[in-house]
């Protein structure tokens, strides 16, 4: 028999072991408890997120109906990945959001040392058709940048001429730096990023390929991409990301992606605009530091002043589901 010591040890280490027990199972049934309300939560948000989703996509094509004209979308959550495209490999003409494959050129070349961006090119007006090499010029009076013409016979830097081409969309400038990177290399480039609808084959006012149907063309679904890796600054560099984008930020046409948007939400950003066509494409960076990628293209007969006022409001419903989601 034991004693009274020993019994007494005995009924206190049985206690302390029956206690640790308990204490153990409340702890993974509070564990448990955890998981379920953690889960249950998730379950909730992720509900309300597809419904919030859900309006947005509903409310950007009732809004897109309104117009007679044929729009795509192309847009990317770079946090979340969740993206909404509308027509999105339909063929459009790409006035001159072909502008930014060429940006992206001059920087990779540059990167590689072919050249510098600070290094001088002589400002001409006399370009080659790309169908028999007949000369032709631009008329100052079509080109949204007049400045340029006035340095015909005097250099600019490539720089220079690279940020006209984008932020006041220099027809001009765009021949200069075409000629000096090569339309097939943009196109390999593109090739190489996997959009392979961008087609860049000439500059800008080549009458002639143009009446052959000779165009450079693109979808929203392969700008979203240019932009995606520019904006996860995967293309050609850090560096050389960190300058294109500082560029597109002084964009000077603003109608359609920052239109409708607060002053403090930054948009870099390339446009397009022929007849019948009017584009914009870019970067969206949010104050919280959420950025995301936005295409609108349109095709369409008439003013283009409907198409233009229906893509800014379709930018700032998108806007406005990603301020719902912080």
């Not at 009924?11 to 993974?28: A, C, G, P, W, Y």
């Not at 004209?69 to 339909?90: M, R, S, Y």
Request: hydrophobic share 45%; with cysteine; glycine share 4%.
């Amino acid at each position: 028999m034991m004693d009274g010591n020993s019994l007494l040890n005995f009924f206190s280490k049985f206690i302390k072991t029956k206690l640790r027990i308990f204490k153990q199972k409340i702890l993974m049934n509070k564990q448990f408890a955890a998981l379920i309300i953690f889960a249950g939560m998730t379950l909730v948000s992720n509900a309300q997120n597809d419904s919030k989703w859900n309006a947005m996509e509903q409310q950007v094509k009732q809004k897109l109906a309104e117009q007679k004209a044929l729009f795509a979308v192309a847009f990317k959550d770079l946090k979340t990945g969740k993206t909404l495209l509308i027509n999105e490999h339909q063929y459009y003409h790409a006035a001159s959001t072909m502008k930014t494959p060429v940006l992206v050129e001059v920087f990779k070349q540059a990167a590689a040392g072919k050249f510098n961006l600070t290094d001088s090119i002589m400002v001409k007006n006399s370009f080659s058709s790309i169908v028999d090499g007949s000369p032709f010029t631009l008329d100052s009076a079509d080109d949204g940048e007049k400045e340029l013409y006035s340095y015909i016979g005097r250099k600019r830097t490539v720089y220079q001429l690279a940020y006209d081409m984008i932020i006041a969309s220099s027809n001009l400038a765009t021949n200069i730096i075409i000629e000096l990177v090569k339309a097939e290399n943009v196109m390999k480039t593109m090739k190489e990023l996997g959009a392979n609808d961008i087609k860049v084959l000439r500059g800008v006012e080549d009458s002639k390929a143009f009446e052959k149907g000779l165009n450079n063309t693109t979808t929203a679904y392969n700008l979203m991409l240019v932009f995606e890796q520019i904006a996860k600054r995967k293309l050609v560099s850090k560096k050389a990301c960190k300058e294109m984008i500082k560029i597109l930020l002084d964009q000077q046409f603003n109608t359609i992606i920052p239109a409708q948007l607060p002053a403090n939400v930054k948009v870099a950003h390339k446009t397009g605009s022929i007849t019948g066509i009017h584009h914009d494409s870019g970067i969206v960076f949010l104050p919280d530091g959420r950025k995301y990628v936005l295409v609108l293209l349109s095709k369409f007969e008439g003013a283009e002043e409907g198409p233009t006022t229906t893509m800014a409001s379709v930018s700032k419903i998108i806007y406005d589901y990603m301020m719902s989601t912080r």
